[in-house]
């Protein structure tokens, strides 16, 4: 019921804000994976008028075979990329030994994966700072439990918490993850904290990103976070969900009466 939404406290990255009337886009690639990419990446995130550019650099791949991401070089690619065209980045942090070298290189908002929701002690050590933090949902976590992992920031501090819904484990194999989208509804009643959505990792195609992008929007998330790359078919991670730039294209225009039809704006 509306009657009973929270009002929800808006997260400040760079010059953006997550959590008002201004729907937050963030998107880029899942890795970063070359300079040329990711300024590309960047340059058309620009254009498009997206908020906020994303690239892992630390890659928390299921597979140890597979790209692992660029590291620390990976990050000043992003860093370079994101400055060149004036966004802030968002970006994962795996270990805990690197929040130093993240804080040094300025990272605007830092990300806590679906796989280090329940890491603890990660948690802590953000609750610390004064930046930003991308908090995705664990692939298996209830809402309390989310809620409870975003306790632990807030108790050092930092109350700078988006959460992202990126899909949970479910016995349907048909697709990566299953969109929740109750969760939208549900953390906006009990929750202060602007919610995003992931498609991208939801649903791992590109041709279902553009439906539950919408979805999310329909149902009040504040923003979505959407993987995009030049040339999907050569990405080094998650190139079936990634969106080529012009899929990102169609879907902002269809997005936008959609973002008007809620009382948002795009
Ligand atoms: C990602 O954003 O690239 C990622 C690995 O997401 P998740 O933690 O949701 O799987
Ligand atoms: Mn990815």
């Not at 929701?117 to 050590?125: A, F, G, R, S, V």
């Not at 109350?159 to 929740?180: A, K």
């Not at 080529?244 to 902002?252: E, G, I, R, S």
């Amino acid at each position: 019921m509306h009657s009973s939404q929270l009002s929800t406290k808006p997260v400040s990255v760079g010059s953006t804000v997550i959590g008002g009337k201004q729907l937050t886009i963030i998107s880029g690639p899942c890795a970063i994976e070359t300079a040329t990419q990711i300024e590309q990446c960047a340059q058309f995130s620009k254009e498009q008028h997206c908020h906020i550019l994303r690239g892992g650099a630390f890659k928390p791949r299921s597979s140890p075979h597979d790209f692992q991401g660029l590291g620390i070089n990976g990050l000043e690619l992003l860093m370079a990329a994101a400055r060149q065209v004036q966004l802030p980045v968002v970006t994962e942090l795996l270990d805990i030994r690197h929040l130093d070298t993240y804080l040094e290189l300025g990272i605007d908002m830092i990300q806590v994966g679906s796989r280090n929701m329940q890491n603890y002690e990660l948690l802590k050590e953000l609750g610390q700072i004064q930046v930003p933090v991308l908090l995705k949902r664990g692939m298996a976590a209830t809402i309390k439990e989310w809620l409870l992992a975003a306790e632990y920031i807030v108790q050092g501090g930092n109350e700078q918490i988006v959460l992202c819904e990126r899909g949970i484990r479910s016995f349907e194999p048909n697709y990566r993850n299953m969109l929740d989208i109750s969760a939208i509804p549900s953390l906006k009643n009990t929750t202060h904290f602007p919610v995003i959505v992931d498609p991208s990792h939801a649903c791992g195609q590109a041709h279902f990103v553009n439906s539950l992008a919408k979805a999310a929007i329909a149902a009040g998330a504040d923003g979505l976070l959407i993987e995009i790359h030049p040339t999907p078919n050569q990405a080094l991670s998650d190139a079936e969900q990634a969106l080529t730039f012009p899929a990102f294209k169609q879907l902002y225009e269809e997005l936008q009466p959609l973002a008007i039809a809620v009382g948002r704006v795009l």
